[in-house]
């Protein structure tokens, strides 16, 4: 199904916006010379909503849903920046118990979140038996989170002002029962993904990023982290319940003793940081101050508390995938003046080009995957140009990486 | 699992995202994860929508997507069936957008709909039972 357009010694390939490797829709356009890539094009867009329009035109409280809806994967931190922006603008003051509340929930976002793309690298390539494995073990996340907030995915658990539902005493032995289920599969799982002889030939000194171009590319996140550099949203500028607990950003040469930037490195940081989740987890459960959890119950008066404030604000948080910015202006109507959306996929994707440069055409799927990238969130505004050639590679592209996986494994 | 002697294939899916939030997709994999596994009954994601009969299309369409779905629908080979997952597909949270094409049923037919935002794996495979339903019909009917 695909199409190679011969320039010269190099060809183009065309991959996407529909294809298997990414779930999302985003065009990719490869320049390569014979196996190797030697130049990156990308076009996202294709997930544009124009959600920053329609948030211009709702009040904050209904705002708080459509936030959720930004990311299926990463909603909480979306409606916590958004939540957190709106609350310095209208000077409202969160309840203590409401942030413990706030961080359990973006914690167990995360826990979910990370082995979700565990599953997906493993699966990119071609070891589905470890892609089955760690969305089995990621489905307990989401049995408390459905537990705990009603929904699976969007809990719509955040809302201006603190959160709309409480967790009770009785419900603390589900949460600690789930995080007694991760420690003991933290260690299987740490095994089988950095242990493994086909990981470590796929992985290690793959799309390597440097600390230098980590922070020249400005990448945030788990990308930026497992390139060394100790930058983390919760740790640098702490929300939520974050200042309370006892935690420093995860960086590979914990587990490794030095620091590649490599494929391989993201991995250790994303599964290190699922341990990480369960003990700040916990901390917070023990720490748990009792209160109300909403600033003011009646939405009425919270919409009130909106329209007289003027001025605008940052809310800054460290999403899954890296620091997430919500910037809004109030102006004194209910609806934001103005509200834009930094998610951390948008920063993270220029490293893209240079990680991919040099690879080989079945590194790309792993590649791609490795900063763990979030088109939903990106799309904000649709930048469009060149030609589009819209040409499927499908399920070539992931055939390719389980044929590599397979021959290296032949060969050593 | 062969209902009737009409349709006697593995039911094959195939899935487009047209600007989903992500949500429903997820869903979508996590129903095809072991713990619901569909795949004992011969369900399974395909990369390629000439290999499927049942189209899982989740999101509000948006309009450089428009195109996509139609060819997408177009390269399935009869009978086909399509499923549109979850509540935006109609626009839902994103109704008054300007970037969108949909509903769905305006671009291509849709058989089967699941709401929810997003639909419980549950519903999904409650939806793909429907599917089969009505495969089993379009084959009896030689269609
Ligand atoms: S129905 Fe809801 S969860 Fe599904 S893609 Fe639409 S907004 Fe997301």
């Known amino acids: 199904m695909s199409e190679n357009k011969k320039i010269g010694s190099t060809y183009s390939i065309p991959i996407g916006p529909v294809h298997p490797a990414l779930k999302e829709p985003i065009l990719f356009t490869f320049k390569m010379n014979g196996e190797l890539v030697e130049e990156v094009d990308f076009a996202p867009g294709e997930c544009h909503r124009g959600i920053e329009w329609m948030g211009m035109r709702r009040n904050p409280v209904q705002i708080v849903h459509l936030t959720d809806r930004i990311c299926g994967i990463c909603g909480v931190s979306h409606s916590l920046a958004f939540a957190r922006a709106v609350e310095q603008i209208a000077e409202i003051e969160v309840p203590e118990r409401a942030h413990y509340v706030r961080t359990i929930i973006a914690e167990y976002e995360r826990l979910q979140s990370h082995l979700l793309w565990a599953g997906v690298a493993a699966h990119e390539l071609g070891f589905d038996t470890l892609f089955f494995l760690a969305w089995r073990v990621r489905e307990e996340s989401m049995d408390v989170i459905e537990y705990l907030t009603g929904n699976r995915v969007n809990y719509g658990i955040v809302q201006v002002g603190g959160v709309r539902r409480d967790f ?3 419900q603390f032995p589900r949460i600690e029962a789930s995080l007694k289920y991760y420690e003991d599969v933290a260690g299987k799982l740490l095994n089988l993904f950095l242990e493994d002889r086909t990981i470590q030939m796929r992985c290690k000194n793959t799309g390597v990023m440097s600390e230098k171009e980590a922070l020249e590319l400005c990448t945030v996140g788990p990308t930026a982290r497992a390139s060394g550099l100790a930058m983390d949203v919760r740790y640098d500028s702490p929300y939520a319940a974050y200042g309370d607990l006892d935690f420093t950003p995860v960086l590979p040469h914990q587990y490794l003793g030095l620091t590649n930037g490599d494929v391989y490195d993201r991995i250790v940081v994303r599964l290190l940081e699922v341990v990480q989740s369960v003990d700040l987890i916990r901390q917070c459960l023990e720490n748990m101050p009792s209160g109300e959890v909403l600033w003011e119950k009646k939405y009425p008066k919270i919409l009130a508390a909106c329209k007289k ?8 948080i460290e999403a899954p995938r890296g620091e997430c910015l919500h910037y809004v202006r109030m102006d004194g109507n209910t609806n934001p003046q103005c509200w834009k959306v930094k998610a951390s996929t948008y920063s993270n994707q220029m490293s893209w080009l240079n990680m991919l440069k040099g690879e080989q055409i079945a590194d790309i799927p792993i590649v791609v995957a490795s900063i763990d990238p979030c088109m939903s969130c990106t799309d904000r505004v649709a930048v469009v140009h060149g030609e589009r050639t819209d ?22 | 699992m062969r209902l009737t002697k ?3 294939r593995s039911l094959w899916v195939f899935h487009l995202n047209t600007g989903s939030c992500n949500g429903c997709d997820i869903e979508i994999v996590a129903t095809l994860t072991p713990r619901y596994d569909p795949e004992r009954f011969g369900i399974k994601l395909v990369g390629s929508p000439k290999h499927a009969d049942v189209l899982l299309v989740s999101g509000p369409v948006t309009r450089l997507m428009v195109d996509r779905v139609r060819r997408v629908y177009e390269q399935m080979a009869d009978p086909k069936v399509v499923m549109g997952i979850g509540s935006c597909m109609s626009g839902g949270v994103f109704y008054d957008s300007y970037s969108l094409a949909g509903p769905l049923e305006e671009i291509i037919p849709v058989d089967v709909f699941v709401p929810g935002c997003p639909p419980r794996p549950e519903a999904i495979i409650d939806g793909v039972v429907k599917a089969i339903a009505k495969l089993e019909r379009l084959e009896g009917e030689g269609k």
Not at chain 1, 309 to 316: H, K, P, Q
Not at chain 1, 391 to 412: F, G, M, N, P, Y
């Open chain 1, 391 to 412: 040409i499927l590679t499908k399920a070539d592209l992931h055939r390719l990486s389980v044929e590599k996986t397979r021959r290296l494994a032949q060969w050593s």
């Open chain 2, 6 to 8: 009409a349709f006697n």
């Open chain 1, 309 to 316: 404030a003027t001025g605008e604000a940052v809310g800054r």
């Open chain 1, 168 to 170: 009770t005493e009785d």
